[in-house]
């Protein structure tokens, strides 16, 4: 019997994800901002799966530090987004980072077929 992996099945669900470009021009007042981001991506299923510490940039040019956060789905990164939590989050940043946000839905490829 085969089992249908859920990831690349037709049906599964595409994830959502947040790409992420900041720059941080205050980091003693950036943790404002992310003690209440961080709980509030997470409660909403959101995780960090990337944090450009260490990045290299081998084409064109990045406006700063790069992140990648994924979500459930698209609708979840958005809904995360818009919350009102989050709004009110974006408030503490203000002053003392510039982000770039770009909400992607994630690919989901055909399953493939039978052989």
Do not use: H
């Not at 249908?4 to 404002?32: D, H, L, M, Q």
């Not at 994924?70 to 002053?95: K, T, W």
């Amino acid at each position: 019997m085969t089992q249908t992996n859920p990831s690349t099945s037709s049906n599964a669900t595409p994830k959502g994800y947040w790409i992420v470009f900041a720059t941080i021009n205050e980091p003693s007042r950036f943790g404002n901002y992310t003690s209440v981001a961080g709980p509030l991506i997470a409660a909403q299923g959101g995780r960090v799966l990337a944090r450009g510490d260490v990045a290299d940039v081998v084409e064109g040019a990045v406006p700063g530090r790069p992140y990648l956060i994924e979500f459930p789905s698209y609708a979840a990164a958005q809904a995360c987004f818009n919350s009102a939590g989050y709004q009110q989050a974006i408030a503490l940043r203000a002053d003392v980072a510039k982000f770039q946000i770009v909400i992607v839905e994630g690919f989901v490829p055909p399953a493939s077929s039978p052989r």
